[in-house]
Nanobody, 122 residues
Framework: QVQLVESGGGLVQAGGSLRLSCAVS????????MGWFRQAPGKEREFVAA????????YYADSVKGRFTISRDNAKNTVYLQMNSLKPEDTAVYYC???????????????WGQGTQVTVSS
């Protein structure tokens, strides 16, 4: 069973930065595309960013392009989401996910973390 554990969430002022981390069980990490999704109160879960197994390909939601960067360190079995120029509308629970192939669809990811809260104050 794949285990994913997110960390790095918190409270930050608008314009600030946070880096989320997602530690993945070793056996699964090398074969998985990874993604970040988020869910704000009263809203559906939405795609944020995804990265291929090799790290060579990335996808971003239009709302975060140019501000967020997804990366992975296969030696550490960890995927990151660097979030800069944060806005109040970025406030949500952020989830890390693992899947067989690179995708922007939540249904393509079979394993999920518990989520980490990100709150951006204005």
């Amino acid at each position: 069973q794949v285990q994913l554990v997110e960390s790095g969430g918190g409270l930050v002022q608008a314009g600030g930065s946070l880096r989320l981390s997602c530690a993945v069980s070793a056996r699964a990490f090398s074969v998985a595309a990874m993604g970040w999704f988020r869910q704000a109160p009263g809203k559906e879960r939405e795609f944020v960013a995804a990265i291929s197994r090799s790290g060579d390909s990335t996808y971003y939601a239009d709302s975060v392009k140019g501000r967020f960067t997804i990366s992975r360190d296969n030696a550490k079995n960890t995927v990151y989401l660097q979030m800069n120029s944060l806005k109040p509308e970025d406030t949500a629970v952020y989830y890390c996910a693992a899947g067989a192939r690179l995708s922007t669809r939540a249904s393509s990811f079979s394993s999920w973390g518990q989520g980490t809260q990100v709150t951006v104050s204005s």
